[in-house]
């Protein structure tokens, strides 16, 4: 019985933890081939990357447990009475929370709503959760805190908040412009058979209000290059008055990317592989971009930033490879596995390629044309 439990709970764990575990599998292996390197790891990491979001992802994992977004959804998804409409209502929402809260706290706002839809409509929905991650990709590129990719491209690219949002646009109205046509092709405006509603979500207003401060503020700390001084603070106001919050953050997700740096630092020095992509004109911004999209197929887009910014400073089209490129395989981008993995069915993750690829054909194919031809 007790190697049973053990047992279960180590499954769990690896199943939990899919993402990091190869990431750590070949960080073992690096330090194997290159055992002298240990010394220098902690160079390696962009610790300024590292502190900035680990005070997003305190800040906004306040912001979804408060429950207000849940209140506001629900009272306007009553309006919602086809599939279509609930669709774009669901997909768009989740383009514009992932805009200002990351991509991955999007989803774990609007995919478990998403899902307890299905106990009061017939219709099956889990085809708007393939969508909802295509919309995270889509809505996080706009901003410099939307995805970890950003943030990390923004720090080196030394540009103002702003003047990232502006360079992004461009591509963004291409993505969302792609996605609403999908949506109204895909989704029917078959009626909706709602059944019951569930009941309010209370919420916490000030933990809401003082986390809408404090990422407003955060942002401005941001753009003043001070986050080794906001970050203590924002750790110690919400251990003093909301401690569950940093119980719920996921500290994992740090790790990852603390890891991430010191793997793709050590391999872009591997002589055969440092070879490869030099074989390629990366003075040119079309080569940059199109390397950065194909590589975030096969590595991931976070990790695929950092390895391309070992080989080009062309910060432009890296930023709109890699982001475009977060849609395609579910391995792109770490928010497909989130969405998906809400959805316990293997099928939805056959689904997803069937709609995703297509999609990053068409707006990889397009970006292309429109900005590096």
């Not at 502190?51 to 408060?66: D, N, R």
């Not at 950003?150 to 461009?170: G, T, V, Y």
């Not at 793709?264 to 971009?289: A, C, G, K, M, P």
């Not at 475009?324 to 316990?344: D, E, H, K």
Request: hydrophobic fraction near 55%; aromatic fraction near 16%; glycine fraction near 4%.
């Amino acid at each position: 019985m007790v190697w049973y439990k053990m047992k279960n709970e180590i499954l769990r764990i690896i199943n939990e933890n899919l993402i990091f575990l190869p990431f750590i599998f070949i960080l073992i292996l690096l330090y194997l081939l290159y055992p002298n390197e240990i010394k220098n790891y902690h160079y390696f990491v962009d610790w300024r990357t590292i502190g900035a979001l680990a005070g997003l992802l305190i800040i906004t994992t306040a912001i979804k447990e408060s429950g207000y977004f849940l209140i506001v959804t629900k009272l306007i998804s009553k309006k919602a009475n086809t599939e279509r409409k609930i669709a774009l209502f669901l997909i768009l929402l989740s383009c514009i929370f992932a805009t200002f809260l990351t991509n991955d706290i999007a989803l774990f706002i609007i995919v478990p709503l998403t899902l307890n839809f299905q106990k009061f409509i017939e219709n099956d929905i889990k085809k708007i959760v393939i969508f909802e991650a295509i919309a995270v990709n889509a809505g996080s590129l706009l901003t410099p805190i939307g995805n970890p990719q950003n943030l990390f491209l923004w720090h080196q690219w030394k540009i103002s908040f702003l003047d990232f949002i502006i360079k992004m646009f461009p591509v963004f109205l291409l993505l969302l412009a792609s996605l609403i046509i999908f949506i109204l092709v895909i989704f029917p405006s078959k009626k909706l058979s709602i059944q019951k509603q569930e009941n309010a979500t209370e919420f916490n207003k000030g933990l809401f209000f003082l986390s809408i401060l404090l990422l407003v503020g955060y942002i401005v700390v941001l753009e003043s290059r001070l986050t080794y001084y906001a970050l203590p603070a924002i750790f110690v106001i919400y251990l003093v008055f909301f401690r569950n919050i940093l119980i719920k953050s996921d500290w994992l997700l740090i790790m990852l990317f603390i890891v991430m740096f010191i793997d793709f630092h050590l391999i872009s020095r591997i002589q055969i592989i440092s070879n490869f992509v030099n074989s390629y004109n990366l003075n040119s911004s079309s080569t940059v971009f199109t390397f950065s999209l194909l590589s975030s197929q096969i590595i991931s887009n976070v990790p695929a930033s950092i390895f391309m910014s070992k080989f080009s400073h062309n910060w432009f089209s890296i930023a709109y490879g890699v982001n475009v490129g977060g849609n395609g395989t579910v391995i792109a981008s770490l928010a497909n596995i989130i969405a998906l993995r809400f959805v316990r069915d293997k099928k939805i993750w056959i689904e997803f390629h069937k709609y995703s690829l297509i999609y990053l054909l068409i707006t990889g194919g397009l970006a292309y044309v429109l900005f590096f031809m």
